[in-house]
């Protein structure tokens, strides 16, 4: 009987690991990442999804270069003065956010 419970149990939390897991992928997925130059022209718009997996990526083929490449994407950035934008595409569920409210 106790192993019928903890297969259940372990049932129960996969379901709820991939649950969550899912959810956060359609979260990322509705975020995007926009760089852009000093003067607004835009060099490049991806989800966060992208971004963050190509982060894992990199840091974890290559753990020695991860941290120096990453290091060298910031500085970049603040030589040419590129800012990066967190933008959240709303949908049909989503209320409206009024300021000052």
Known sequence: MQEKE???DRKNM?????DTAQN???QGNRRRVVARTHDNRVMFDVPLTYVVGGGLVVLF???GWGWLIALGVVAYGFANR???ELVRE???DDEPV???R
């Open 14 to 18: 996969m379901t709820e690991l991939s």
């Open 82 to 84: 590129i800012k990066l």
């Open 6 to 8: 903890k297969n259940t």
């Open 90 to 92: 709303l949908t049909d």
């Open 24 to 26: 956060l992928l359609n």
């Open 61 to 63: 083929l290559m753990p």
């Open 98 to 100: 009024i300021p000052g």
